[in-house]
């Protein structure tokens, strides 16, 4: 955002200085002799010319950015492909994070399944404890180390 800034005020800077300087120039250009005023108003073609063809060349290369009201950044439709695309980026890095995260949060629930029957086969119970009302609160519970 402060490069976006730096380059807007040299821009706004550049554009005043160039009035400044047009308007000092055509103040003064009335009492210039004519072949003078002829080279002056060539030259001034010429550069329009130049700057014509620079703009329309330089088009595919210039980003339209902007800020909305909202605060958010707006990249314009100059912006190249690779920029869209590395705009992306960040949302599939996030999406690959709640991937990874859920398998892991699965991978933990079946092993805490699995040790909880590990513990249950390992110790030896009646059968007539698996009915028992209190069994249930026991597989409920946190498991107590042994």
């Known amino acids: ?3 976006i800034n730096r380059t807007s005020a040299n821009h706004a800077l550049e554009a005043r200085l160039g009035l ?3 308007g000092a120039l055509t103040a003064h250009a009335e009492g210039l ?3 003078v005023s002829e080279r002056l108003r060539y030259a001034r073609e010429q550069v329009l010319a130049r700057a014509r063809e620079a703009r ?5 290369a210039q980003v339209a950015v902007g800020v ?4 958010g950044l707006l990249l314009g439709s100059f912006a190249p492909w690779l920029q869209r695309a590395a705009s992306v ?15 892991w949060s699965t991978r ?3 092993r805490a399944a699995a ?7 390992a110790d030896a119970l009646p059968p007539s404890a698996y009915s028992d009302p209190g069994f249930a609160e026991f597989l409920r519970s946190d498991p107590q180390p042994w």
């Open 1 to 3: 955002m402060i490069g």
């Open 20 to 22: 400044r300087l047009a």
């Open 33 to 35: 002799p004519h072949d």
């Open 56 to 60: 329309l060349a330089a088009p595919a």
């Open 68 to 71: 909305s009201a909202a605060g």
């Open 89 to 103: 980026l960040p949302l599939l890095v996030l999406l690959g994070g709640l991937l990874v995260i859920e398998q």
């Open 108 to 110: 933990e629930r079946v």
């Open 115 to 121: 040790e909880i029957d590990t513990l249950l086969l």
